[in-house]
Structure formats: structure tokens, C-alpha cells
């Protein structure tokens, strides 16, 4: 009803604009007309006031300038008008003053038609033209305050929970509010109500906006869509009518669903970053928790919605009675790894002897999007060698693409370089082969990658892992440092390759420090804020810091103890092994790249011959 009211006040204003205009138009181009007497007519032809006459019959008009074929002229200035007269000497008298006569035959109708009716024909098609676009989608003026959510068709989405693996807690969580909304009386006979509002929470990738699909090919109600940012607007009250009218279309269509992607987008905590309380966001935030759970409260309408930044949101957003539910997308285990993949290579002509299982294990932490991807990739490499399977080559080359960044053919290192970065990656790889908890090593490689590095050692580790000790953590900087120290053992020198190594350590270190409370000197105490735990973040440099000066020093000179104190422990190993850094640095420079086995090979026959029973070296099974 108000759209109609607008529209029809929006008609009345146009209507009278374009007469207006008309009006000043046929004022505009209309010739000044002075109506004189016949008498009158006469002098002003003899003073040469008069150059050009038109005769009807009616009247003669006299033009103060030469006119052409027109009856009009373009840019009239001045028309002397009288009625006409039977006059015999009329054209000789003409004549004789030299002046123009044109005749016209008078037709008023047909002149009235041009000048008004054409012109009001051409504003009316304007006019009509301006209302459909203002009518329609969302660019048009008239919608600026209705919701760009969209209703999602079950047919259109082609998405159902068969699709969606490694996510089966958050999938049984799903199928209740589900059944929430198919079958109410269920659970209402017992005295409960239906939760208002679900939260997917999870890593960027993790399958939250693919979990919002599934549900909507599932739904069996009425299910909108729409982005957090969707609601933000350069408007004030814009947003707030946006809320408004989305409640109003789910209200109508109840029971439904109503999903909102990227959540922080519109929920992010109120005050934090604006001067005052009248944000565009805030009030659109405000609008949005009134539609939840205020006065005048929605039933059947479940809102689902998904964000990577929890954290930021408004506490008011996430009490219960909004979002009564919180489900963790979380990055799948192995046999989640294991699911998502038989999901992404359905549709794959994968060879034989491909191990799904043995992928999953090489892919920890990966989430579903960087496994869609991984098979992706593999699919493009074995297109681009017009292989008809996709192997275990393939695979291993896309996961080193995803890994360690794409193969510099053209990056060429000279040979001093060569042997540098080659004893810097062996370095690492010596060290994680003589320490116990190290991850295993599962290839090293002197090919140029990615946009900085010049090589890489790739560890795997045997087993999903969710704690690390303070012992473990410690041994992972002794890894990073091992390259520098091979570099100053056998060189003498260092060179800039470590920079990326020293930045992983120091930060290890420092959050041992000051997260994890893992020295005795600063004690059991945390002194920053954890970063996002979705994010892998660290704080914000410019976030206003809770210790002292005093504190901050120490907290540096023992991140540097630590990190010092490492360093020389990957230096010691380094030197007792001397001869193994070369024997895997030689090979390393011969074959560009070793392989899990070949590493073994080199330092397991290296110490049998040494007879050196004191350093064990894990056997290949263990590094599967």
C-alpha cells in the first residue's frame, strides 16, 4: 500500500513538472504577437517595419524578419497581426515595398495537435520509462528500501546434505531445526519452542554458505538468502527498512528460513570504531535484533546465519533468544579429509593406484574449499599433459603448487646460490630427522617456488593434532633454525634466505611468552590477546598494549633467550652430523628434488657405515 501511495504521489508531481514545462516551452518558441489595425499594418510595411507576410484566411501576420517556407519561424522576436480585409491592392502595395509574401492554409487543429499533444506524448513515455525502471530490481529508487533478499527455489540450488562431507555434526544439527519447521507440534506439545536463530561459525573454506544450500535444497519452506552487506547502505535508515521489510516477506511466508551470510558484515559490536551511536550500521543492527526477539516477536521464522568472525559480533546478537545455536564448522579430520574428497572426485576419472586416504593424511588442515581445489588442480595438470586419468603425479605436483607456491621455470640461480639454498633445506631436513617429536620429513626440494622461496622442506605429520607441548614447540624452532645454522656452519656466512624461518620461530617464541605461559620467568600468565582462532591472526600492531614497559622488555629478552638459545642446540646437531649435511646437500644439488625415501636411504645408510648406534633414524612407515 505504501508503494502505491508513493508511486501515485510520485505520478501527480510528474504531471504537473511536464505542463509546466509545455506552458514554458509554447512561451518560449511562440512569436511576440501585437494584434494592430489594418490602417496600422499598412505603415508599418511602408516605415519597413515589416520584411515578410503571411496571408490566410483570417488574418496577416507580419514578421520583422524574412522568413522561409515555415509558417513559423525558428527564433520568432516580433509578429505584427490583423484581420484580413478584402483588399484588391493588397499584393501590388506588398510588392511594391519589396516584401515577402508566403501563403499559409490555415489548419488550427492540426497545429494545436503538434505544438501540445506531440510533446506531451514524448514527456508521457519518458515518464512511463522512469516508472519501470524505479519499479524494478534493486537499483531502482522506488526499492531502496525494500530487502535484496531473494527466495531460493529447492530446484535452483541442486545442493542437498548428500553433497556436503566431513561435516557431520553440524549436518545433525541442520536436519533438527529442520524438523523444527516441518513438524512443530512435536516439540511445541512439550513445552518447547523452537530456537530463532542458528550461527555457523568456522574457518574461511570450512563449507558454511555450502551447509546454508544444502539446507535450502532440504528445506521443504519457504528459504531467503542474503548478504550481510546487502543491508548497508550510504542512506541513513536505509539498512533498518531493508530488516524491516525482510521480517515482513519472512513473516508472511512462516514458517521459513531467512539466511544471512557473512554476518559480521552487519553485526559487528556497537560502538567499536564510530564516534557516536547514530552509525548507519548500528541502527541497522539495532533493527535487526528488535526483528529477532523484541515486542513484537516473529514465529516460524528461523534465521540461519554464517560469519568467520565471531568475535567482533555483538554480545546482544549472540544471547540466547536470538542465536539460540552455535555450530562449529570446523576444518574436518581425517576421515572428514577422507569424505570430502570421494565427494570432489565423483566426477573425476582418477587412475588406479590413487589413495584417497594416503591425500588425506598429506593434507592436514586443509579445509573443503582447499581440497576442492587440490582435485581441481590435479584434474588441470593431467588435462594439460591429455593424460585420461588423473594420478598420483598429478596430485603430489598440485599439492606442492598449493604448498609451496608454483614452479619458477624461468628463475635460474646461479651456482653459488644453487648450493646455498641446497644446504639451507638440508639443514632443516637434518634436524627434523634427529629430533623426537618433529613432524617426519616427506620431500625437499631446490626448485624455486611461489614468489620468494627459493626451496622448501615439506614435513607431514603422522596424526591429526590438536595440543602441542611446550617440548614439541621448542624442537618445531629448532627445525626452522636448521637452515640458517647449516648456512653459518658450512659458509662461514648467512644470507637473507632465513628471513621467512626466523619470523615463524620468533613468533613461536613469542607466543610461548606471552599466550601459552610456557617460561618460568615471566610465569603462568598471558599478556595479549589471543588472536582469532579462525583467522590464524595475529593482534592488531596498533591495539593499546596491557603491559608495562618493564614487562615488554623482558618479555623481548626472553623471546630472544629462547630463540638464541635454540639456535644453538640446530647448530650442535648440525656439527655431529657434518658429513650426513653434505652426503643429503650433494644429492640434493644432483636431483633437484628427494623424496621421502631417498632422505631416509642417504642418512640411514650413512650411519650404518658409521656404526653409530645412538642416533635413530625413524623407518619409512613411520613417516606415512
Keep these: 500500500m505504501k508503494d502505491v501511495k508513493t508511486k501515485a504521489s510520485f505520478s501527480i508531481v510528474y504531471i504537473l513538472i511536464t505542463l509546466i514545462i509545455l506552458m514554458l516551452l509554447q512561451t518560449w518558441i511562440a512569436p511576440k504577437v501585437e494584434n494592430v489595425s489594418y490602417s496600422k499594418f499598412k505603415q508599418l510595411i511602408a516605415e519597413g517595419k515589416i520584411n515578410s507576410v503571411v496571408v490566410s484566411s483570417r488574418f496577416l501576420k507580419g514578421f520583422d524578419r524574412i522568413q522561409d517556407d515555415h509558417t513559423e519561424p525558428l527564433f520568432p522576436s516580433l509578429m505584427y497581426r490583423t484581420p484580413r480585409v478584402d483588399d484588391q491592392n493588397l499584393v501590388p502595395y506588398l510588392e511594391q515595398h519589396n516584401i515577402t509574401i508566403i501563403g499559409e492554409n490555415e489548419n488550427t487543429f492540426f497545429a494545436t495537435l503538434l505544438s501540445w499533444i506531440l510533446p506531451a506524448l514524448i514527456f508521457v513515455g519518458i515518464w512511463y520509462w522512469a516508472m519501470k525502471r524505479m519499479g524494478q530490481g534493486a537499483g531502482g529508487i522506488m526499492t531502496l528500501g525494500k530487502s535484496k533478499a531473494r527466495i531460493v527455489a529447492q530446484t535452483d540450488v541442486g545442493v542437498t546434505f548428500e553433497d556436503v562431507a566431513g561435516q557431520d555434526e553440524a549436518k545433525e544439527e541442520l536436519k533438527e531445526v529442520l524438523e523444527f519447521l516441518r513438524n512443530p507440534e512435536r516439540f511445541t506439545r512439550l513445552g518447547a519452542k523452537i530456537p530463532k536463530g542458528v550461527l555457523l561459525v568456522g574457518p574461511p573454506g570450512t563449507g558454511k554458505t555450502l551447509l546454508a544450500k544444502a539446507v535450502a535444497g532440504e528445506a521443504g519452506v519457504p528459504f531467503f538468502s542474503i548478504g550481510g552487506s546487502d543491508f548497508i547502505e550510504m542512506f541513513v535508515g536505509l539498512g533498518a527498512a531493508r530488516v524491516r521489510d525482510l521480517f515482513e516477506q519472512a513473516n508472511k511466508m512462516a514458517p521459513c528460513l531467512v539466511f544471512i551470510d557473512e554476518l559480521d558484515a552487519l553485526g559487528k559490536a556497537r560502538g567499536a570504531g564510530t564516534l557516536g551511536g547514530h552509525d548507519e550500521r548500528e541502527q541497522t543492527l539495532n533493527q535487526l535484533l528488535a526483528e529477532m526477539d523484541g515486542f513484537q516477536s516473529t514465529k516460524g521464522v528461523v534465521i540461519l546465519a554464517a560469519t568467520n568472525r565471531p568475535e567482533i559480533l555483538d554480545p546482544a546478537l549472540l544471547r540466547p533468544g536470538r542465536f539460540d545455536r552455535h555450530i562449529l564448522v570446523d576444518r574436518p579430520d581425517l576421515a572428514g579429509r577422507i569424505a570430502i574428497l570421494k565427494v570432489h572426485t565423483k566426477s573425476v576419472i582418477l587412475a588406479p593406484d590413487v589413495d584417497l586416504e594416503l591425500i588425506a593424511r598429506r593434507t592436514p588442515g586443509f579445509t573443503g574449499a582447499e581440497l576442492a581445489n587440490l582435485v581441481n588442480e590435479a584434474a588441470l595438470l593431467a588435462a594439460r599433459k591429455d593424460k585420461q586419468q588423473v594420478g598420483n603425479e598429478e596430485f603430489d605436483e598440485a599439492l606442492d603448487r598449493i604448498v609451496a607456491g608454483l614452479e619458477k621455470k624461468n628463475r635460474v640461480l646461479n651456482e653459488k646460490e644453487k648450493r646455498t639454498v641446497a644446504y639451507h633445506e638440508s639443514g632443516h631436513a637434518l634436524v627434523a630427522a634427529f629430533r623426537s617429536t618433529a613432524e617426519p620429513v616427506h620431500k625437499i626440494s631446490i626448485v624455486p617456488r611461489g614468489i620468494g622461496a627459493l626451496g622448501f622442506t615439506q614435513q607431514l605429520p603422522t596424526e591429526d593434532r590438536y595440543l602441542m607441548s611446550k617440548t614439541e614447540l621448542l624442537e618445531k624452532i629448532d627445525v626452522l633454525l636448521g637452515g640458517r645454522a647449516a648456512e653459518e656452519i658450512v659458509f662461514g656466512d648467512i644470507t637473507t634466505g632465513a628471513q621467512n624461518d626466523l619470523q615463524r ?77 653434505h652426503l643429503v646437500a650433494e644429492k640434493l644439488l644432483e636431483k633437484e628434488t628427494l623424496e621421502r625415501e631417498e632422505f631416509l636411504e642417504i642418512i640411514g645408510r650413512a650411519l650404518d657405515s658409521a656404526e653409530s648406534p645412538e642416533v635413530t633414524v625413524p623407518p619409512p612407515s613411520e613417516l606415512s
Design 505 to 581: 620461530a620468533t613468533d613461536i617464541a613469542r607466543s610461548m611468552v606471552t599466550l601459552y605461559g610456557m617460561t618460568e620467568k615471566l610465569g603462568h600468565v598471558t599478556y595479549q590477546p589471543p588472536p582469532s582462532p579462525f583467522l590464524n591472526s595475529t593482534p592488531h600492531p596498533a591495539a593499546p598494549r596491557e603491559i608495562s614497559d618493564e614487562t615488554a622488555r623482558r618479555i623481548d629478552e626472553e623471546v630472544r633467550e629462547i630463540v638464541e638459545d635454540r639456535m644453538k642446540g640446530a647448530s650442535e646437531t648440525l656439527r655431529q652430523h657434518e658429513d650426513l649435511l
